[in-house]
């Protein structure tokens, strides 16, 4: 497949903004959008927190699997998925072989400032102290080494960065 038909799949600790850009790259690239997390959301009719607590995560990770590997072979797509998604060996090798993966990068200081804003939400960061949640965000650093593009967003408007993206997509 050539390089502007495949997907761009978006991932990064959670919170980094890949719902948020990469709705409005797929917008000003006239593509369609999916975000993960959503689907599974509306199959559910309930937050994810809802069924991390009614199902388990294990039922909400095999989902996000079967959606991630299902979608990535599709043509110019725009994915957002979970945070935890490049937890899952298959989900990862899948979009690095098949999709444009682009790592949205937050320093750990950029990531406090928005706290507040996800912190009810998202069930991994549930009942955790600071000091634990800076230990995930530094241990899953290691999930995302591998992708194709890498986009600092500290102190960005989410608009610039969409910009940046499509300008950097086009000299790859
Ligand atoms: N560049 C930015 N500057 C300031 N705030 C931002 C930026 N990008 C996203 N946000 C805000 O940060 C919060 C988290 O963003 P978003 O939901 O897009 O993250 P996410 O990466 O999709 O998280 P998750 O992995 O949990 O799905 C939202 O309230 C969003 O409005
Ligand atoms: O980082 C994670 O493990 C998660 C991030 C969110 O996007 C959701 O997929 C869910 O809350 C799990
Ligand atoms: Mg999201």
């Known amino acids: ?3 502007r038909d495949k997907s761009i799949v978006f991932i990064g600790f959670m919170g980094v903004g890949k719902t948020t850009i990469g709705k409005i790259v797929a917008s000003k ?3 369609d959008f999916i975000d993960i997390d959503e689907v ?4 559910y009719s ?3 927190s809802e069924i991390f607590t009614k199902f388990g995560e294990k039922v909400f990770r095999e989902r996000e699997k079967s959606l991630i590997t299902s979608l990535a072979n599709q043509q110019q797509k ?3 998925v979970g945070g935890g998604a490049f937890l899952q060996e298959e989900i990862r090798q899948t979009c690095l072989g098949s999709c444009t993966v682009i790592l949205l990068d937050l320093s750990l200081d950029g990531w406090k400032d928005r706290l507040d804003l996800i912190i009810d939400s ?14 995930l965000f530094y ?8 992708h194709h593009l890498k986009i600092s967003t500290d102190s960005r408007d989410a608009n610039e960065i969409a910009d940046q993206i499509i300008d950097e997509l086009n000299s790859i």
């Open 46 to 48: 309930m937050p994810v």
């Open 29 to 31: 690239l006239n593509r």
């Open 78 to 80: 725009i994915i957002s």
């Open 122 to 135: 998202r069930p991994v960061l549930k009942g955790k102290s600071v000091e634990e949640m800076e230990e």
């Open 40 to 43: 599974i959301e509306k199959e």
């Open 1 to 3: 497949m050539e390089n």
């Open 139 to 146: 241990k899953r650093q290691d999930i995302y080494i591998n």
